[in-house]
């Protein structure tokens, strides 16, 4: 459960920077938690890891992000309203708490989490790099992630930055089709490289060394 926000120049031989990574204990399966301790409000108790399994359900087909959470709390409760079939049959109908559990990735506190949300773990990670590379990485807002499909994610990540941003300073988000499983191919291209043998650490690495293994291979 864990959002991270991380700064790449000019591709991964070039220049990872590491002064510019971000994060924030929370994301997917934090959001799943959470929209399930809300449905207690609507007297809806999803307990068992069964029933996890159905929130998490519920909460990839009809959770979304909301552009203006203020205005959308402002709605009649049934413009709101969606239902979602238990494969039981029975109904569960959730309105405000279907953007509210999303709203915790840009709002960590509604959440009871510290730190900064979405927008914030972006323009944190950026100013931390020097100042004639801030544009550039600006213009190239690379979304991935499971959390990242939820709908309108991108359009309030833009806003939100924009307003963060110098009213010149042009923001530009990329959204790829596999986002999905995008660092999991990564990754495994990444590892498959020749170039990259040198950094793989073996199980008798871990033994002798420990978890710090990892940091001393790569970095």
Not at 28 to 47: D, M, N
Not at 80 to 97: F, H, N, Q, S, W
Not at 160 to 175: A, C, D, R, S, Y
Not at 182 to 201: C, K, P, Q, V
Request: glycine share 6%; with cysteine.
């Amino acid at each position: 459960m864990l959002s991270l926000s991380r700064s790449v120049y000019k591709g991964y031989k070039k220049c990872y920077l590491l002064h510019g990574i971000t994060r924030l204990d929370f994301a997917g399966r934090a959001v799943t938690k959470y929209l399930a301790r809300l449905l207690l409000e609507t007297r809806h108790s999803f307990i068992s890891t069964a029933e996890r399994e159905i929130v998490r359900d519920m909460k990839e087909k009809l959770c979304y992000v909301a552009l203006d959470p203020s205005q959308n709390m402002q709605e009649k409760p049934e413009k709101l309203m969606c239902e979602y079939i238990l494969p039981d049959g029975r109904a569960v109908k959730a309105g405000d708490k279907l953007f509210q559990a999303p709203e915790a990735l840009f709002v960590p506190t509604e959440a009871e989490i510290p730190g900064p949300g979405a927008e914030g773990m972006v323009l944190q990670s950026v100013t931390k790099c020097h100042e004639h590379i801030q544009s550039k990485i600006l213009r190239n807002v690379l979304l991935l992630g499971g959390s990242t499909l939820f709908q309108s994610f991108k359009e309030r990540l833009l806003k939100e930055l924009q307003t963060g941003v110098p009213n010149k300073t042009h923001v530009k988000i990329i959204l790829p089709e596999d986002r999905m499983y995008s660092l999991w191919i990564g990754a495994s291209i990444l590892a498959s490289l020749r170039a990259f043998r040198n950094m793989w650490a073996t199980r008798e690495d871990d033994s002798k060394v420990g978890p710090t293994v990892l940091q001393r291979k790569c970095f």
